[in-house]
């Protein structure tokens, strides 16, 4: 996908969520990619807070000094604020018309999510598709004690109840 059409779906989202943080950006645009399939071509690596695409992080800096979003602190100094923009993207429309209804499923089902519920999904969901650890299948107790591992500060039961969530959301897909 161009650069100005990941941008026109970067701000389509933002619009919609109004005040998003990096990491449920992040996070929604992962899903975005990988469970509705819009063809973002994002490179993701497993990070502190789940999946991470340095990339998209150099996009929406890029999208800020074009003014097509404002990425501002917060003033607890802890994360950020990503708000609309003064720009408009010229293309936007026609490539929001080619994945609306990806984009309207992907918020409805986790555009509403907290960030820390998206950062156990998304690892949960990296763990199990996208982590290249071996060619063979994972089981799902593989799969959890792997989010385990990464992701220490959830407990077992919390990290397996949000497993059976995820794998109703992508098949319900």
Do not use: W
């Not at 109004?18 to 990619?33: A, E």
């Not at 989010?147 to 990290?159: C, D, E, H, N, S």
């Amino acid at each position: 996908m161009a650069k100005e059409d990941r941008f026109a779906v970067i701000r389509y989202l933002v619009e919609k969520l109004k005040d998003v943080g990096k990491t449920r950006i992040q996070k929604i645009v992962y899903f975005l990619q990988y469970v509705f399939r819009v063809p973002l071509d994002y490179v993701y690596t497993m990070h502190y807070y789940g999946p991470y695409s340095e990339e998209l992080n150099d996009d929406l800096i890029d999208m800020k000094l074009h003014e097509y979003i404002a990425i501002t602190p917060d003033p607890t100094g802890y994360g950020y604020h990503i708000t609309l923009g003064g720009e408009v993207i010229a293309s936007m429309e026609n490539t929001i018309k080619d994945y609306e209804r990806e984009l309207e499923n992907c918020l409805q089902k986790f555009g509403q999510l907290e960030p820390q519920k998206l950062e156990l999904l998304g690892t949960l969901h990296f763990v199990e598709n996208v982590a290249l650890t071996s060619s063979k299948e994972k089981t799902k107790d593989q799969i959890i004690e792997m989010a385990q591992i990464l992701k220490p500060v959830f407990t077992r039961p919390y990290i397996e109840e949000s497993y059976e969530e995820l794998k109703n959301i992508v098949e319900a897909h």
